[in-house]
């Protein structure tokens, strides 16, 4: 096992994630297409640490633990967002959620 | 590391993932999530980083999924109507995998195999988070505590005047 | 002492000219010094002539002069200068003495009126002009002067300017003696163009003298009637003598000034000056240009004389009075008495001056009535008018001896006689003395005698400010008869550059006869036809149609108004004419131009700029249209752009590295 078969397989989970979010038209689609680039994000990291030169240094993997946390949050306040538009729009279709234009 | 378990632990989540991104119905794409996530989680263990691969399952599993599941719930009108697939995206996708691909096998400094490698420790974890991680230990903490006060604004109920 | 007088011979002139300058600088309230500073000026010039004329005395045919160059343009030098000589001298007593007479009687005349102070002025300027006329050495300078003489004139003569009348009087003046002025410049400029100089004497070299006629030739006589033109008009012979009358417009003062005394005698004056130029070449003394002058001269003295008769106006039967005379001057200056002409001009001089200011007290004292046929039986109420004009008239009527008047018109008539071209104009001028008689007769009937018609019923003698230069003048004339007798012809000798001598013997001349008994026959005819004067004139009763051409001065006026005036008008018509179509057209086609260049550009600018400008912005509008759709709102479409530039970026990276 090499490296880049490993950064190749991240390299697919992120491109799933990026399938996610730009194809469908769900909100919440969207989060769980951020929070699967994200996943490839923390697995290539990890890959790195393994397969660097210095393991005592486990940068990687710190990173790793803070990505997850910063997920979460982020997570927490998507699906936040996606209720309060919910309750505001009573539509969770993104087409629809268009004022942002210019 | 075998060969076997890396395939297997691949397919699975990559196959999770794509069904997570083409399901039709909601709820069963947040469920291909969950898969999804374990065999993330699976990889970690087998990299070595068991720690990392448990705060996975804990906080991805637990918290995220979970928190999806919930808000298909409290959005329900909609959630049962299938929509359209876009093309578009998948083009985009196609195409920057391609090119990610590309850089990858470019690059041959990356066609590294595995080294041999002590075991990271928990205490080992612990004492690089209290020391070299204290700073960002500390933002993170902040960041936890804005994100929960932020969601708590956002879904609490307009005060009726 | 002497060259001093005659190199500062032009103080004469200047100190006038001084004192009318300073009275124009003063205010209008400042009477008694505008009045007193005129008469003062022209006390001091009577001073200086004066001693000019004793210089005179030296020798018989003096003739000092003063030249200097004035300027000079290339390699010739125009010069000018003064002379001093009988003829100068004789004119400046004249002239000062009779002036201050007239000044010291304004004094009087013009009392009541608002521009005392500017007719002071006036005054002054004219009389610093004629002096100036008199000494100059040079025709340019004489031709200056003799303009701002007319230019005097003219301000005089319109001096009440509220009037329309004596406005239209000033200009008729002005134009007529322009005429004349014209001929007498193209005069000046031919004899500059022969003889190279303009300077009367100059050692030799000067236009009138040998060196000077040489040069002219055969050319002098076209100069001398060139020059003669200006002497018509400014002495108002014919055909230029219509603005002699209506110049009376002006107040009487300046007719005795201007139009009696002085201005009128310039023109005699110019031919007397340049006499040389008329006599070049003369056989037996008769020439060309000289027998034009006696031509003039006797037809403007008997038309005169005639229209005389039937005119009414006080002052206008002194005008046509004086128009006569001055034809009787010509007359005798053209048939070579030369010395005799400006004896009488000087005669004529006083005693014109005289007639004029007593008709200025006889107006005066009838408020300004200047109608004979209102006037009648003054002698009683004005005794020091009646008896001073009585004195003038003798003078004009030519009763010799007592009387100036007579002696020289004597002269003339002697010098008549003896031409050798033809009698006729002695016998003309025999008859013209016995009409002056016969219209002075009939002035001073209807004036003085009979009975006392509508304006002498308030009558008074005039103050005696008025009657005081009155009496001067008449004695003037009387004293003046001593030195003119052919006894004692002092003066004509005196002009004539001759030694006089006394000889009892020469009075009785078969001539004298012949004049007394001319005059007496005038008179008598005069007392008899007006003895009764009525206000309808008994010529016209008599002859009426002979009395109405006569009345109308034998229509002369209007038939110029029909030619000339009619012709001037229609060019002045053409030119305005011209002058609005023509070139205003032009300037307007001009300003047309200006303006389709104008609107031209403001096409362009509409069309081409406005528009290229307008259809830049609307692209630039539209390219916003189409940017701005990129901003479609949707969040998918900006995560894919993102997507892609990452892309882009990390192939990029790839690819360099």
């Known amino acids: ?102 | 590391m075998s060969i076997v378990a890396f395939v297997l632990i691949s397919i699975l989540t990559l196959a999770g993932a794509l069904a997570a991104a083409t399901l039709p119905k909601l709820i069963h794409a947040a469920l291909s999530l969950v898969v999804t996530f374990l065999g993330v989680a699976a990889f970690f263990f087998l990299l070595g980083a068991e720690f990392v691969g448990l705060v996975q399952v804990f906080v991805y599993v637990g918290a995220v999924a979970v928190l999806i599941v919930f808000t298909i719930l409290l959005t329900r009108r909609e959630a049962t109507a299938a929509d359209k697939f876009n093309w578009r995206g998948a083009v985009v996708a196609i195409a920057v995998f391609a090119g990610l691909v590309w850089a990858i096998l470019k690059t041959t400094s990356l066609s590294i195999a595995a080294p041999q490698i002590p075991a990271l420790t928990v205490k080992r974890i612990g004492e690089v988070l209290m020391t070299d991680f204290v700073w960002p230990l500390q933002c993170v903490g902040l960041l936890l505590t804005a994100a929960l006060i932020g969601a708590l604004i956002l879904v609490m109920e307009e005060k009726r005047q | 002492m002497s060259s001093w007088i005659v190199t500062n011979v032009w103080l004469i002139p200047a100190v006038p000219l001084v004192a009318s300058l300073i009275i124009l600088s003063l205010a209008n309230s400042r009477r008694k010094a505008a009045a007193g500073l005129a008469v003062f000026g022209q006390a001091i010039a009577l001073t200086m002539s004066i001693l000019a004329f004793l210089l005179t005395l030296q020798s018989p045919g003096f003739r000092a002069f003063h030249n200097f160059t004035w300027f000079t343009f290339g390699e010739q030098a125009l010069r000018i200068g003064w002379v001093l000589d009988p003829l100068a001298a004789a004119m400046l007593m004249m002239i000062t003495l009779v002036g201050l007479c007239i000044f010291v009687f304004s004094i009087g005349y013009m009392a009541a009126d608002k521009d005392f102070s500017r007719f002071f002025a006036y005054l002054s300027f004219f009389s610093a002009a004629m002096l100036g006329v008199v000494i100059a050495n040079s025709l340019l300078l004489l031709f200056v002067c003799w303009e701002l003489v007319g230019l005097a004139s003219y301000l005089l003569i319109g001096f009440w300017i509220d009037r329309p009348s004596a406005a239209a009087a000033a200009k008729k003046a002005f134009i007529t003696t322009r005429i004349g002025d014209i001929g007498f410049f193209l005069g000046i400029l031919w004899l500059y163009h022969s003889s190279g100089t303009l300077l009367f004497y100059d050692g030799g070299k000067g236009c009138l003298e040998n060196g000077g006629l040489l040069l002219l030739g055969a050319s002098a006589t076209f100069v001398a009637l060139l020059i003669f033109c200006g002497a018509v008009g400014k002495s108002g012979q014919f055909p230029l003598h219509v603005w002699l009358p209506d110049a009376m417009e002006g107040p009487t003062p300046v007719s005795a000034l201007i139009h009696a005394a002085t201005m009128v005698a310039a023109g005699v004056f110019l031919v007397a000056r340049v006499y040389p130029l008329f006599s070049f070449g003369a056989i037996d003394g008769v020439t060309p240009s000289l027998t034009v002058v006696v031509s003039i001269g006797v037809i403007t003295a008997l038309m005169a004389s005639l229209i005389a008769l039937a005119q009414f106006d006080i002052k206008r039967i002194l005008a046509y009075s004086t128009v006569s005379q001055l034809g009787l001057m010509m007359v005798s200056l053209g048939v070579g008495g030369v010395a005799a002409g400006i004896m009488h001009l000087i005669a004529h001089g006083f005693f014109k001056a005289l007639l004029f200011l007593g008709a200025g007290s006889v107006i005066h004292s009838t408020h300004h009535e200047q109608d004979i046929r209102k006037m009648g039986g003054l002698r009683w109420v004005m005794p020091v008018t009646f008896l001073t004009y009585a004195i003038g008239m003798m003078n004009l009527s030519g009763v010799p001896f007592f009387f100036a008047g007579g002696w020289t018109k004597e002269e003339i008539l002697h010098a008549t006689g003896h031409w050798k071209l033809s009698h006729l104009p002695h016998y003309l001028m025999l008859a013209g003395v016995v009409l002056t008689a016969l219209y002075m007769t009939r002035q001073m009937f209807y004036v003085f005698f009979g009975n006392k018609r509508a304006a002498s019923e308030h009558a008074h003698e005039s103050p005696r400010v008025m009657t005081m230069p009155l009496i001067v003048l008449a004695v003037c004339s009387i004293v003046l008869s001593m030195v003119l007798t052919p006894a004692w012809p002092w003066l004509h000798s005196y002009l004539s550059g001759k030694q006089p001598h006394f000889d009892v013997a020469l009075l009785i001349q078969p001539m004298l006869f012949v004049s007394l008994v001319l005059v007496a026959a005038g008179i008598g005819v005069g007392c008899l036809i007006y003895r009764h004067a009525r206000e309808v004139d008994p010529l016209a009763q008599a002859q009426p149609a002979l009395f109405r051409t006569l009345e109308n001065k034998f229509w002369l006026d209007e038939l110029y108004d029909r030619t000339v005036v009619a012709l001037a008008r229609a060019a002045a018509r053409w030119s305005d004419w011209m002058d609005r179509n023509v070139w205003d057209g032009l300037v307007r086609w001009f300003g047309g131009l200006g303006q389709s260049f104008g609107i031209l550009t403001a096409n362009f600018d509409e069309r081409g700029i406005n528009a290229g400008v307008d259809e830049t912005t609307a692209g630039t509008r539209g390219l916003g249209r189409v940017i701005s759709a990129w901003h479609s709102g949707q969040v998918q479409t900006y995560l894919a752009t993102v997507a892609i530039g990452m892309l882009v970026l990390l192939i990029l990276y790839a690819w360099l590295t």
């Not at chain 1, 397989?9 to 919440?28: E, K, Q, T």
């Open chain 1, 1 to 102: 096992m090499t490296l880049s078969i490993l950064l190749v397989v991240s390299a697919a989970l992120f491109c799933i994630g990026l399938l996610a979010a730009l194809s469908r038209r769900h909100a919440i689609y969207i989060l769980i297409g951020i929070e699967l680039m994200l996943a490839a994000a923390n697995l290539n990291f990890v890959a790195f640490w393994r397969f660097s030169s210095q393991p005592q240094q486990p940068t990687g993997v710190m990173v790793a633990i803070f990505s997850i946390a910063i997920a979460a949050a982020e997570a927490a306040v998507g699906l936040a967002l996606v209720i309060a538009i919910y309750r505001h729009y009573r539509t969770t279709n993104v087409d629809k959620l268009n004022q942002l234009k210019g």
